[in-house]
């Protein structure tokens, strides 16, 4: 019989209510989306993202920065195109949430918390980064979770309110980025957010992965009841991550 602590409880717990509030945004979006058989995304390709910032760096820049203090006058596409350009400035195709997870697992949450603070800094447009922060700041106030109705104190609120209003814009851009199938693969800029973005969605644990000869990574997953996405297949466009992953190793 496998055996949690309290503190993993919690954990558990709290992935769980955050979950459930990234299932209301994103069936919400897909219900949208289901007004036409075939909802709009922005086919943003890396090259056009490389050639803006080539040609328009301080622009860019600006819709960086916009982004990461959590301007929600940003257009979907400026959005998407900020979230893609951050990855040519200091983005890990692994991501940097894993050690706080680990953390977090074992009941360390103070630990945890210090990491993803350390990483959140140091990554802002990470959706993974921001989905763990938030459930960092949920491990260490339990309150959140025992009484969900009362009122936020400013100084949870002032740690909660940032890193969300991130969360629900780069989700959003992520979801318009394409619908999940060969053609128009979700696009992504880190191994773990393939994973957070397919947990936002109330995926279950995929059954197989395999990359691709056009550099998707395909994802096959069991019979589902997600109402956020339909199917039993999800890819991923990878190509920015496998070009990172060169880079970093020098192949």
């Not at 995304?41 to 328009?56: G, L, N």
């Not at 600006?62 to 982004?67: F, N, V």
């Not at 851009?173 to 957010?193: C, E, F, H, Q």
Request: with cysteine.
């Amino acid at each position: 019989m496998l055996i949690f602590n309290t503190s993993q409880h919690k954990y558990f717990r709290m992935k769980r209510s955050i979950l459930s509030l990234a299932i209301v945004l994103l069936r919400s979006l897909w219900m949208r989306g289901q007004k036409s058989a075939y909802y709009e995304t922005y086919a943003i390709q890396w090259s056009d993202v490389k050639a803006a910032i080539a040609h328009a760096p301080d622009s860019i820049g600006a819709l960086i920065d916009r982004l990461a203090a959590g301007d929600s006058t940003l257009r979907t596409r400026e959005i998407l195109t900020a979230y893609m350009a951050n990855s040519y400035e200091h983005c890990s195709p692994f991501g940097d949430a894993r050690e706080a997870r680990d953390a977090l697992h074992k009941g360390e949450v103070a630990k945890a918390m210090s990491l993803m603070d350390a990483a959140i800094k140091k990554n802002p447009l990470s959706l993974t980064n921001n989905y763990y922060y938030i459930v960092c700041v949920h491990a260490s106030h339990p309150e959140l979770d025992e009484q969900p109705n009362a009122p936020l104190n400013d100084s949870i609120r002032q740690l909660l309110e940032l890193p969300a209003t991130r969360l629900r814009l780069i989700e959003s851009a992520i979801y318009y980025s394409g619908n999940g199938s060969a053609r128009l693969p979700y696009k992504v800029t880190s191994v773990d957010d393939e994973y957070t973005f397919m947990r936002m969605l109330d995926l279950p644990q995929h059954t197989s992965q395999s990359l691709t000869n056009d550099l998707r990574d395909h994802f096959t997953l069991p019979p589902h009841s997600s109402t956020a996405y339909q199917g039993n297949e999800i890819d991923f466009d990878a190509s920015r991550i496998i070009e990172q992953e060169q880079e970093l190793f020098g192949e």
